[in-house]
């Protein structure tokens, strides 16, 4: 579990995170961001996670955010929000290189969409 927060004359921004399992199995992570500026924008953001090892280097995940945004500018005021779902997996090829397949379905209030996403990690 943890937190930061950044606080800059009238921008504001929290990060909190918490997640428990069972080293290498199995495993629930929870995210939050709040972000803003006083009387303009304001972000809210929350992320759940369950993800776990299928077989040695196989991993799954599946990933639900919600996230809004408020926006006040001359004084009117605009709304919106995004969902979206992730269904993925972590496939280490090497010590040093992960393929992440994903499949996304994006939900905001102006549209519907389903994307595939391949991701390809270098580490070294």
Same mark, same amino acid.
């Given at each position: 579990?943890?937190?930061?927060?950044?606080?800059?004359?009238?921008?504001?921004?929290?990060?909190?995170?918490?997640?428990? $399992?069972? &080293?290498?199995?199995?495993?629930?992570?929870?995210?939050?961001?709040? &972000?803003?500026?006083?009387?303009?924008? &304001?972000?809210?953001?929350?992320?759940?996670?369950?993800? $776990?090892? /299928?077989?040695?280097?196989?991993?799954?995940?599946?990933?639900?955010?919600?996230?809004?945004?408020?926006? /006040?500018?001359?004084?009117?005021?605009?709304? $919106?929000?995004?969902? &979206?779902?992730?269904?993925?997996?972590?496939?280490?090829?090497?010590?040093?290189?992960?393929?992440?397949?994903?499949?996304?379905?994006?939900?905001?209030?102006?549209?519907?969409?389903?994307?595939?996403?391949?991701?390809?990690?270098?580490?070294?």
């Amino acid at each position: 579990a943890g937190a930061s927060a950044l606080v800059c004359d009238d921008f504001t921004m929290i990060n909190s995170f918490a997640g428990v $399992g069972w &080293q290498d199995r199995i495993g629930v992570l929870v995210e939050s961001m709040m &972000q803003g500026n006083r009387d303009a924008t &304001q972000r809210r953001c929350v992320s759940g996670e369950l993800f $776990g090892r /299928v077989v040695n280097p196989l991993y799954f995940y599946a990933r639900v955010e919600n996230g809004s945004t408020r926006n /006040v500018e001359s004084g009117i005021e605009k709304t $919106g929000y995004c969902h &979206q779902y992730v269904l993925g997996a972590k496939v280490l090829l090497f010590p040093c290189v992960e393929l992440r397949p994903e499949y996304r379905i994006i939900e905001t209030n102006e549209f519907l969409r389903t994307r595939w996403v391949f991701q390809l990690h270098l580490y070294y």
